[in-house]
């Protein structure tokens, strides 16, 4: 068995632990050797090679070389690859980019592999269409996730402040926050994350409002003021230092390992269910979930059930059949399906769901529980990002730090989003 792994940085220590030796670095090179990249935490990529080397357990002259980045860098990375002709043959893909990277013909389309070498049929039409572009299927969903609001568990119990609930409404959330930073138990310690620059936190609020972040058409589906009323109730919340002040929360570039929760700044940070093992894994407090707050018990629903990330492979790959190949067995073998277990979000596989129910641990089983009582109330999932929506996620970053350090108003702020993230949708 041979397996070699790029980033030597990242990866070396995981894959002593897993048994793996020297990476097999200096071997002979297996019959297929392929590449997958991944963006993620250690504990993505501890996970990851683990199911890379129970696949080549099985599958001996094959060879697997992963390669991980942070969020922001990883797609740099797949861009420049692609652009390349060096695209990896299994890629990681979000349900923003999979429209983009499809209708370029850059992805490979799997509907043929479907009922043959792709058994996904007991993923339910919901789950396989997540990864469908124009009809045909280009990504195979590896979990099922939703937004949450990660909770520092002890930290909040140290204040005497009521835990918060799913029920909670923004209001409500922004008081308790308040009251926890108030208790002052903790050094420089606030109730919340500055969400203002958090995108699915926009989408949810936007939602609840009968608002959205796109529409059908591809064209944005909110107003300058909406966006306004939104950096507004965060601007409010840093008056009444309910969250993070502008420098502390500047320092959170959208990992696990820079959240306000991990970095101790904070007792809540908005983040996805699958990132919750991750969280975890970093904090030696107990963590726990809620769901984001909701406008109001007559309020439209804002969360949705979403696919936490695809597996994609190569139009250009050179072992298609081997990559669907490793792509099934992730998502319908026992033995791929335990290495991630819940990681990368609840399994969409019924049959997988029933294997790894009997052996969760804690951390696992808090996400199934979060994710089967959040099912009932949710919303439809919305429609694709279009083409350029890539852009405003770090435009919103970018404009929610400027309202924060009062370099704009709030009003000032959601115009200049407004418009320029329609701007970057026209230019695509």
């Not at 492979?313 to 059949?321: E, L, Q, T």
């Not at 924060?404 to 959601?414: H, I, L, V």
Request: glycine share 10%.
């Amino acid at each position: 068995m041979t397996l070699t792994i790029d980033r030597r940085s990242l990866l070396v220590g995981a894959a002593t632990a897993f048994g793996l030796g020297t990476l097999g670095l200096g071997r002979a090179a297996a019959a297929t050797s392929m590449r997958f990249l991944w963006w993620g935490s250690k504990e993505r990529s501890d996970r990851t090679l683990k199911a890379i080397k129970a696949y080549s357990d099985k599958h001996s002259d094959v060879t697997i070389a992963g390669e991980s980045f942070g969020w922001d860098n990883y797609w740099t990375r797949l861009a420049t690859q692609t652009a390349g002709g060096n695209a990896p043959d299994l890629i990681q893909m979000d349900y923003r980019y999979i429209f983009e990277y499809a209708r370029r013909g850059t992805l490979l389309d799997l509907s043929p592999y479907m009922g043959k070498a792709l058994t996904i049929d007991d993923f339910g039409a919901a789950n396989i269409d997540s990864g469908k572009v124009d009809g045909k299927l280009y990504g195979v969903n590896l979990g099922v996730n939703s937004s949450i609001v990660i909770i520092n568990k002890d930290a909040w119990a140290e204040t005497g402040v009521a835990p918060l609930t799913d029920d909670m409404t923004w209001e409500q959330y922004g008081e308790a926050c308040a009251k926890v930073t108030a208790a002052r138990k903790r050094r420089a310690f606030y109730g919340s994350v500055d969400g203002s620059g958090v995108e699915p936190a926009l989408e949810c609020w936007l939602r609840q409002r009968g608002k959205a972040l796109y529409n059908n058409d591809g064209n944005i589906g909110f107003t300058a003021k909406d966006i306004g009323d939104w950096f507004a109730y965060w601007a409010d919340l840093r008056k009444e230092k309910a969250c993070v002040p502008a420098d502390i929360q500047a320092l959170d570039q959208l990992t696990i390992e820079t959240g306000m929760v991990s970095l101790g700044k904070a007792a809540t940070s908005f983040a996805h269910s699958n990132q919750f093992i991750g969280y975890q894994a970093i904090n030696k407090d107990k963590l726990t979930i809620t769901s984001y707050p909701i406008k109001g018990s007559d309020g439209q629903p804002g969360q949705y059930l979403k696919p936490s990330m695809l597996i994609s492979i190569s139009a250009n790959s050179a072992n298609k059949d081997a990559a669907v190949d490793f792509a099934n067995f992730l998502v319908e073998d026992p033995d791929g399906a335990k290495a991630l277990g819940a990681e990368r979000g609840v399994p969409a596989s019924e049959k997988i769901r029933s294997v790894l129910k009997p052996d969760l641990d804690a951390n696992s089983k808090e996400i199934f529980d979060y994710i089967e009582r959040l099912t009932p109330k949710v919303g439809k999932l919305p429609p694709p990002p279009p083409n350029g929506a890539g852009e405003n996620s770090f435009l919103l970053k970018k404009v929610a730090e400027e309202v924060a350090f009062a370099r704009s108003s709030p009003e000032e702020g959601g115009a200049k989003f407004a418009e320029q993230a329609a701007s970057n949708l026209k230019r695509g």
